[in-house]
């Protein structure tokens, strides 16, 4: 699987917190029982998926997998605003050993950013494991394909279909669903007799989140380049929008989806 940095992660981290959808997490909340929940966080990085619902019921005993032991260790180390209820990890390579995982000994399973790298062979695989425990899921900040920039530029929409062609490359899981993936999954729920609320969680970039954008934009051109896109034309939108950020004129946005697939 593509491995992220702790860095990267913080940084996204305050876009993720404020992109999530309050209507799919309050339903998937609203499937758990009374009881502290034990919760499953599949790809769990460095904790975010913690990090954002810990606030909203603080009572949860989490059960971390992610195959970064690094990543691992940064969440359990980390100071929450809210301390959940307690916190394991388990470091396990998803792809070959989702099966290991204790689906029917916890309350509900959650995931955040992982869906569109994986392939349409895990995806359904996983929405099996899930419906068989008949446990409630919740997935959030799946990418879609979609993104704005403002102000646009002509080259704008061909790094975004570059993107959206770099996002179904292999991952670590076979060829990945990429944009696809959260209406992929809904479709697999729905098909099993789930139902599903879902819901847009879009991060919304301006200019002050210029450490970020100091990260993503060389990365988003880098990708660009490698997709076929001119270096030299690339190497001009990015110098552009390096000062539009300085001088407070540049926003972005990025489109994910958010939802919650819930056992009948």
Not at 40 to 69: C, E, M, N, Q, R
Request: net charge negative.
């Amino acid at each position: 699987m593509s491995g992220f940095s702790a860095t990267w992660l913080a940084l996204r981290e305050p876009l993720d917190l404020a992109a999530r959808n309050n209507d799919v997490e309050a339903a998937f909340f609203g499937a758990l029982s009374a009881a502290p929940p034990k919760i499953l966080d599949l790809a769990s990085g460095a904790g975010s998926t913690v990090a954002s619902l810990a606030g909203a019921k603080p009572d949860i005993h989490w059960f971390l997998s992610d195959y970064d032991a690094d990543l691992l260790s940064v969440a359990a180390s980390r100071d929450y605003a809210t301390k959940p209820g307690s916190l394991q990890t388990r470091e396990i390579d998803l792809a070959a050993n989702l099966k290991e995982l204790p689906f029917d000994a916890v309350d509900a399973i959650t995931t955040s950013a992982f869906l569109d790298l994986v392939s349409e062979k895990f995806l359904t695989q996983l929405v099996e494991a899930i419906v068989s425990s008949k446990k409630p899921f919740l997935a959030c900040l799946t990418y879609d394909g979609r993104t704005g920039f403002s102000p646009a530029e002509p080259l704008d929409q061909d790094l975004c279909d570059a993107m959206n062609r770099d996002q179904k490359t292999d991952k670590g899981f076979g060829p990945a669903l990429g944009p696809k993936a959260a209406e992929q999954a809904i479709t697999l729920f729905e098909a099993r007799g789930y139902r599903v609320v879902s819901g847009t969680s879009d991060w919304m970039i301006g200019p002050q989140h210029a450490d970020f954008l100091a990260e993503f934009l060389p990365g988003w051109v880098g990708i660009g380049v490698k997709q076929g896109v001119g270096k030299s034309k690339a190497d001009d939108w990015l110098e552009s929008r390096r000062s539009q950020i300085a001088d407070g004129t540049f926003t972005m946005t990025v489109g994910h989806l958010d939802f919650a697939a819930l056992p009948a």
